[in-house]
Structure formats: C-alpha cells, structure tokens
C-alpha cells in the first residue's frame, strides 16, 4: 500500500487545498486525522507520531488504483511541501510487450500438427 512517511507539519494546511473536500480528526485518537479528496472521494489516514507523520490510503473504503493513490500522495508533498522521509510512491512505467518470432499467440497452438511420431 502506498504511503509516504514526513516529518511533523500543520495539519490544518489540507483545509487550503481544493482538491480536499474534508478534514476530520479521530475523537477516540487525537493523533488520528483523515482527509477526503474531493474528486473521486479517495480517503487518507494521517497518523501523528512523535517524529514522523504517516500518510496512507484509509483501507476501509473503496479504493482508487495503486497509482491514482501514489499521485494523489505526491500531490500532498509537493503541494503542502512536505519533508519526506520515506515514501513508496513512485510509478513505474508500464511494462512494453516485447514482439518476438518466437512469441506466439494461443491461437498458434490451435491447430498445431506436430511431427513427433509415438
């Protein structure tokens, strides 16, 4: 799962995004905060440790795909200027299908005669 790892910052500073639609704060937890993005209604915990921050995709509501949440915490860093700490939010380029003579399709095998005697 995604998240990135900061060092301590105002947290009130989501409330000046308009991407954020909500802010609340964990009434049993006060070191617990949750945002809501206002597009697609994509949830975030922020949990308040004594010298990190962790930020990370609540697991309780439906999420995005793994890199819509990646942008989504890159976002929050590059916007809210965040010191990272540790993050796993890079996007990997997506894997290019190598064509080959050798490769082949399913449909290949169909009607293969082999020459192979038993």
């Known amino acids: 799962m995604p998240h990135l790892k900061v060092k301590p910052f105002d947290t009130k500073e ?4 308009d991407r954020i639609e909500f802010r609340g ?6 070191r617990r905060e949750v945002i809501l ?3 697609d209604r994509d949830a ?8 990190e921050f962790l930020i990370k995709p609540n697991k309780i509501t ?16 590059e916007v809210l ?3 990272i700490i540790n993050s796993n939010t890079n996007i990997r380029a997506t894997k290019v299908e190598v064509k080959s003579q050798f490769l082949k399709d399913i449909e290949f095998f169909y009607n293969f005669k082999s020459d192979l005697k038993r």
Not at 25 to 30: C, F
Not at 44 to 51: A, G, N, Q, V
Not at 64 to 71: A, C, N, Q, R, V
């Open 14 to 17: 989501f409330d000046r995004l």
């Open 25 to 30: 704060i964990d009434s049993s937890d006060k």
């Open 37 to 39: 993005f206002r597009d």
């Open 44 to 51: 975030f915990d922020i949990i308040k440790r004594e010298r």
């Open 62 to 77: 439906k999420s995005s795909k793994t890199d819509d949440l990646k942008k989504k915490l890159n976002y929050l860093a």
């Open 81 to 83: 200027k965040l010191d």
